[in-house]
């Protein structure tokens, strides 16, 4: 039980499609307790979906100590979020931040059409919010832990249609390496898990349907990789079975990333 005894927060569960419960799942199934935060839900909204959403799933798992409200763009709610924390669990071990927002009209057109608004917002909710959980749960992490991040292949290469959420998980991925480095002396490691198309909210907003084919197609294995495989290796990179790599991307993607060329896709074209 690579968990046992170890706690630790869930930021971006959205519902039971959403990668932060796969691997919640995983880390609470080898015996870590994981306390989680939700999207606050509107004030006239009185069936309170986001919560309720989120909720259903955790009220079902011992090893989910609290869900609390958090909208990541404010401080005060990052600022009470820790607090209800360090209440509930005193010191952490592990967090994973699996957010990100863009305004859907700015997936929709051409990268080069980004309003200064659109760009602020999506790098706000989707880069910024890494640096500002990570120094609420620096006086709070213990040696040994980790924290992880959700990020894309679009941030390394042009992936047309991922747009704006391809420059925020570029910026992403640096903000790992730097947060790896500050980190490192307090003995904690920070990563990133690049993850290949799966189908969730996010996900849709972002055009994975029409990668998943493609995957397909061109990953090395041949298919499209699934919740739990994203899961596992979610909970390995906030293991100490990860214990010596920080600073590092993660590809799960059939290897995707790996090829130079759309390989098998060709034949198709070929026909
Ligand atoms: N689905 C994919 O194909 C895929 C691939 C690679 C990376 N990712 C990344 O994985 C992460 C999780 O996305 P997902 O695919 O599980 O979708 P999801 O919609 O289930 O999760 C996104 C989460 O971000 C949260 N969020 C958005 N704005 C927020 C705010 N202001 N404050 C707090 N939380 C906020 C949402 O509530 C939601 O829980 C994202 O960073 C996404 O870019 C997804």
Redesign the pocket.
């Known amino acids: 039980m690579q968990f046992e005894g170890k706690k630790g927060l869930i930021l971006?569960?959205?519902?039971d499609?959403?990668?932060?419960w796969a691997i919640a799942k995983q880390i609470m199934d080898a015996g870590g307790e994981c306390g989680f935060t939700h999207?606050p839900d509107r004030p006239d909204d009185e069936r309170q979906r986001n919560r309720r959403r989120v909720s259903q799933l955790t009220d079902k798992y011992e090893n989910a100590k609290f869900l609390i409200p958090?909208?990541?763009?404010k401080d005060e709610d990052i600022k009470s979020a820790f607090d209800h924390t360090a209440k509930e669990f005193g010191k952490i071990d592990f967090m994973l931040h699996?957010?990100?927002?863009a305004d859907r009209e700015d997936l929709k057109g051409d990268t080069v059409d980004t309003s200064r608004d659109g760009f602020k917002l999506a790098m706000d909710?989707?880069v910024y919010t890494l640096l500002a959980c990570t120094a609420a749960a620096k006086p709070l992490m213990n040696p040994g832990g980790a924290i992880a991040t959700?990020?894309?292949f679009g941030g390394e290469k042009c992936v047309p249609g991922y747009n704006v959420m391809g420059i925020c998980k570029a910026a992403l991925d640096a903000t790992v390496r730097y947060l790896a480095y500050d980190m490192g002396p307090h003995g904690v490691r920070v990563n990133a898990l690049?993850?290949g198309?799966?189908r969730?909210?996010?996900?849709r907003a972002a055009g994975?349907e029409e990668m998943l084919s493609m995957y397909e197609h061109m990953a090395p294995m041949g298919r499209n990789v699934t919740h739990e495989e994203v899961g596992r290796t979610g909970a390995f990179l906030l293991s100490s079975m990860s214990d010596g790599i920080s600073g590092d991307i993660l590809h799960v993607d059939g290897g995707y990333h790996a090829m130079g060329s759309p390989g098998r896709l060709l034949d198709q074209l070929k026909k």
Do not use: E
């Not at 499609?17 to 932060?20: D, E, G, T």
């Not at 958090?70 to 763009?73: E, G, I, L, Q, R």
């Open positions: 971006g569960v959205a519902n499609h959403s990668i932060a999207l958090m909208d990541a763009s699996s957010m990100a927002f909710i989707s959700m990020t894309y690049s993850a198309p799966i969730t909210l996010a996900g994975v």
